[in-house]
C-alpha cells in the first residue's frame, strides 16, 4: 500500500533560517511520482514540483530545493532564507499512476510559520 | 488560477440534509478527481471520473456519490450529513491518465459545514 509520512507536524523558524521538511514515502511500484504542494492560508493548494522515479537528480529552483533519495524513500524539501510569505501547510504526496488513474497520496503536512 | 471552478465557495448546512458540489474541469481535460481535507484524516482521495466514467474509487462513503456529465463538469452529492462531514472539499481535474504523468490541477475548494 501507498504511505507518505511526514513526521514534522509543525515547524517554526525566524526569517533567513533555513528550513528543511521532511517526507518518506511507501511504494511497492518501481514507477511513481512525488509532489510538493503548499497550502497558504487562504486554503488553496499550490503545486511545488513533481519527481518520477528514475529521475533522482536534485533540483533547486530559486529559495526552494529538492533531494530525492530511493535509496531511503526520501523526498525532503529544503527551503532557504526562509521569509514570512513561505508560512503555509506544506503537503508531500505520492501517485503510482496506475491503469490511468494518477490518484494523489497525501502525507498529513507540515505547518511552516516563518516569523519576522 | 488553476482553471478549475468550484462552487459553492462555502456552503452551511444542517445534519441529516443533502448538498451537491459543483466542479468544472480545465477546458480539455478529461478526468476529474475529488478529494476531502478534513482535521482528522487530512487530504483524502474519494473519487476519480474519467469521460464520464468511474475510473478510481477511495475512501469514499455511501452516502457520498459522484457523478461526470457529457460537458465533463462534475458533482459531488454528500446524503444524511453527518457533523464528521465538515470538510474542505477539493476537485482536479488532469488531461488523460494513459501514458506518462498528467498534472492534476486543483480547485479552490468548497468548505462545507455541518451544523
Known amino acids: 500500500a501507498q504511505k507518505v509520512t511526514q513526521a514534522q507536524t509543525e515547524i517554526s523558524v525566524v526569517e533567513k533560517e533555513d528550513v528543511t521538511l521532511d517526507c518518506v514515502y511507501e511504494?511497492?511500484?518501481?514507477?511513481?511520482?512525488l509532489f510538493w504542494y503548499k497550502q497558504p492560508p487562504s486554503g488553496e493548494l499550490v503545486f511545488l514540483i513533481r519527481?518520477?522515479?528514475?529521475?533522482?537528480q536534485n533540483e533547486i529552483s530559486g529559495r526552494y530545493s529538492w533531494n530525492f533519495q530511493k535509496s531511503t524513500s526520501s523526498f525532503n524539501f529544503t527551503i532557504t532564507a526562509s521569509q514570512v510569505v513561505d508560512s503555509a501547510v506544506y503537503f508531500c504526496?505520492?501517485?503510482?499512476?496506475?491503469?490511468?488513474?494518477?490518484?494523489?497520496?497525501f502525507g498529513k503536512g507540515t505547518k511552516l510559520t516563518v516569523n519576522p | 488560477d488553476s482553471g478549475v471552478t468550484q462552487t459553492p465557495k462555502h456552503l452551511i448546512t444542517a445534519t441529516g440534509q443533502r448538498v451537491t458540489l459543483r466542479c468544472s474541469p480545465r477546458s480539455g481535460d478529461l478526468s476529474v478527481y475529488w478529494y476531502q481535507q478534513s482535521l482528522d484524516q487530512g487530504l483524502q482521495f474519494l473519487i476519480q471520473?474519467?469521460?464520464?466514467?468511474?475510473?478510481a474509487k477511495g475512501n469514499i462513503l455511501e452516502r457520498f456519490s459522484a457523478q461526470q456529465f457529457p460537458d465533463l463538469h462534475s458533482e459531488l452529492n454528500l446524503s444524511s450529513l453527518e457533523l464528521g462531514d465538515s470538510a474542505l472539499y477539493f476537485c482536479?481535474?488532469?488531461?488523460?491518465?494513459?501514458?506518462?504523468?498528467?498534472?492534476?490541477?486543483f480547485g479552490p475548494g468548497t468548505r462545507l459545514t455541518v451544523l
Open positions: 511504494t511497492r511500484d518501481t514507477t511513481y511520482y
Open positions: 504526496a505520492l501517485s503510482e499512476a496506475r491503469g490511468g488513474s494518477e490518484k494523489l497520496v
Open positions: 519527481r518520477n522515479s528514475f529521475d533522482e
Open positions: 471520473y474519467y469521460n464520464g466514467e468511474e475510473r
Open positions: 482536479a481535474s488532469s488531461v488523460v491518465g494513459t501514458s506518462g504523468y498528467n498534472e492534476q490541477f
